[in-house]
């Protein structure tokens, strides 16, 4: 009923960035909060941003003032922007949204992930 599909991910050097995309598509009535979360090998997930459907965003202490949460609304897209990244940014990014979806006329709420996209921060 519902995708999110990730993109943007890659190999950078320390201290560069890259740019995450996410873009929901399928039976969408609106989207409530979209979030990114990361996983680093051996690690458990983690929350790393969040962004309600108002533009309220909410960060993770290990990186604030480097990432920046945005959305864009009429796109069903949720960006990620990770600039002065460091090895220990190198995780599997995925998105997360909380969606109303129209079920034959009903409404209902889903929670749904992306597939991830793998951050690699390597000299």
């Known amino acids: 009923q519902v995708q999110l599909v990730e993109s943007g991910g890659g190999l950078v050097q320390p201290g560069g960035s890259l740019r995450l995309s996410c873009a929901a598509s399928?039976?969408?009535?609106?989207?409530?909060?979209m979030d990114w979360y990361r996983q680093a090998p051996g690690k458990e997930r983690e929350l790393v941003a969040t962004?309600?459907?108002?533009?309220?965003?909410n960060y993770a202490d290990s990186v604030k003032g480097r990432f920046t949460i945005s959305r864009d609304n009429a796109e069903n897209t949720v960006y990620l922007q990770m600039n002065s990244l460091k090895p220990e940014d190198t995780a599997v990014y995925y998105c997360n949204a909380g969606v109303i979806t129209d079920d034959k006329g009903r409404y209902r709420y889903l929670e749904v992930w992306g597939q991830g996209t793998l951050v690699t921060v390597s000299s």
């Open positions: 962004i309600t459907s108002g533009g309220t965003t």
């Open positions: 399928g039976s969408i009535v609106s989207i409530l909060a």
